[in-house]
């Protein structure tokens, strides 16, 4: 069965510290893998997008990881700030030549002062 | 470039009436994808339209939702008779075209609250 699992569900860190959120897939086959930051109350933002041949892919403070034989991505926010609490996405896209994903229930994060 | 319009922003509807959601998506993408999100969950796909044609309804209930996506005009989904159970945001995306790393571009979703 196709799935996405993310953890943890929800994470609260102070303001300036680091983090890092986990996302384990058993979608098969693989096609790419997107995390998309969602603010409260507005729609997903894509914030990196992943292929097969790709480890690792930066945008700005978020950096997202993918090994692809364990199937595990992670996004690491560094220097964290307030206006990163948001949830945040993992999507898998299946390789069946359409548009078929996959989301995360998502992990809430809470950055606080 | 607007990004992706949806109205209205909050519905309210009571138990039995009909939901109309709209979707306007960028200019020059011609696919739409419909997302249901209850609250403290994640979005879970609904349909997948092209100008004209549903591509992939697999996620659609099978009574009451109805999708379409005429050649003018915007995306429409539709709840007849609503319950309880269809409060929800009801998110639209749209992109260029299905294949690739094309990216979905969300809209800021309609907020349907049944009373």
């Known amino acids: 069965k196709n799935q996405v699992e993310q953890s943890p569900q929800s994470l609260i860190i102070l303001e300036g510290k680091n983090c890092t959120l986990q996302c384990n897939y058993t979608v098969s086959p693989f096609s790419n893998l997107r995390w998309y930051k969602q603010d409260t109350g507005r729609g997903p933002v894509s914030l990196t997008i992943?292929?097969?041949?790709?480890n690792t892919k930066s945008n700005g403070r978020y950096t997202a990881t993918l090994d692809a034989d364990t199937k595990q991505s992670s996004l690491h926010i560094t220097a964290s700030q307030l206006s990163d609490s948001a949830s945040y996405i993992c999507v898998v896209r299946i390789n069946t030549g359409g548009f078929k994903t996959i989301f995360g229930a998502g992990t809430r994060l809470f950055v606080k002062a | 470039n607007a990004g992706v319009m949806q109205n209205p922003r909050h519905l309210v509807r009571r138990r039995g009436q009909e939901a109309r959601l709209r979707c306007s998506p960028m200019?020059?993408?011609?696919?739409v994808y419909w997302y249901r999100q209850l609250p403290e969950e994640g979005l879970k796909f609904m349909v997948y339209l092209q100008k004209e044609n549903i591509i992939d309804e697999s996620g659609m209930p099978k009574e009451r939702f109805s999708a379409e996506f005429p050649k003018e005009g915007p995306s429409i989904l539709r709840i007849q008779q609503v319950v309880r159970g269809d409060s929800a945001a009801y998110f639209c995306?749209?992109?260029?075209?299905?294949?690739?790393?094309?990216?979905?571009?969300f809209g800021p979703g309609t907020r349907l609250t049944v009373t």
């Open positions: 200019k020059g993408h011609s696919h």
């Open positions: 995306a749209s992109s260029p075209s299905s294949g690739g790393d094309y990216e979905q571009y």
């Open positions: 992943m292929t097969f041949s790709e």
